[in-house]
Structures are given as C-alpha cells and as structure tokens.
C-alpha cells in the first residue's frame, strides 16, 4: 500500500506524487465515468471564490466540474471508500483530524487553464489536504496541460497529468496552476477537510 510513502512525503516535505496510484482498470472505468458525465452535460463551468461571490470567470479557470456523492456508480463509490482510508491513515499517522474528503471530476477542453491560486480560502481553513488523480492514459508531452506547483523556495515543478499519477500537498503551502491544455484533461481533484479553527476553538 502506497499510503505510508504519502504520509512521510508528506511530513518530510509537504506534498507526494504517486504514480500508478490505482489499477489501470480502476483508472479507465473512472476516465470512462468522466467522459460519459461529459456528454450527457452533466458537468458544469466551474467558479471561483464561494457563497455569494462565487462566479464563473474563464480568464481564471476554464474547467468543468461535478461533485462525488456516495451511491453514483460503483467505481465512484469505490474510489472514495480507498480516499476515506487514506483519510484514515493520515489522522493515525500525521494527527491532522481530517473529518471528510469531498471531490469532483474536472474536465479541461483544450485551450482551458486555472492560473496559480491557492487551495484554501483566507476566511477557511477546513481545507486541509488536497489530492488530484490524473484520468488521462495517452497523455503526451505536447499535450501540456501541466500541474505546475510553486514551491517556498521559489522554485517550481511541472507535473503532467499521466493516468494514474495521483499528487497529495497540503492545501494551503502551495500555490499551483494547471497550464493551457492542448488536449482533453481529466481528473478527480478533492479535498481532506478538518473543522475550521474557529470552531475547533470553541
């Protein structure tokens, strides 16, 4: 099981790349559940910010989105029962009190992007850990498309979204981008939440 390289990647450094996380069948039934969520429309233009002010603003992001919800389709129910062990793991091992992992299929038509941001919002930290799996099995370099994380240093590193791939970092450490994609991009992004501070504190 490739969760103990995830938990010390992960207090070593703050963020894992995994590759051939799941089976490759595992991982083209979810391409497939993906894809035909696309055609049927049932994926809709992503926003930025939340409640109120959340908007859809193309020149920020250009994704697609739908939520996972328990009782969907099977693969989906069995990719978030292996994300709740891994949640699991990560509260035994790193003490984070991670109570939930929510997460959505994301899909970037060509010429889509999301410019650098952060994961977490400055009013909330419930957001604790973020992890993305990559749906995308004949992935090529001119493709683009790429993860590219910023790190404190100021140094950076591009990470092509190959089937499989999955990248685990704490939310609110790395600044990230997803490059202008030459081709249909797929992937599961999500997110381990714990209370907020605020309610922790009481």
Known sequence: MQFSTIIDDLATQGW?????????AVTHKLADECRRREAEGALAPAGVG???????????????IQWLELGQSEVCDLYLNFMDELRRALNRELFLGLEEFECHFA???????????LDRFRDDDSRCVTAVLYLNPDWQPEHAGELRMHFPDGSQRDIAPLAGNLVVFMSGDFPHEVRPTQAER???????????????GL
């Open 16 to 24: 894992s790349l995994q590759s051939s996380f799941l089976s490759n």
């Open 50 to 64: 939340r409640g109120e002010a959340q908007a859809v603003r193309e020149g920020i992001r250009g994704d697609q």
């Open 107 to 117: 899909f970037y038509p060509p010429g889509a992007f999301y410019q650098t941001h």
């Open 186 to 200: 797929l992937s599961l992004t999500g997110w381990f939440r714990r209370r907020p501070e605020d309610v922790l």
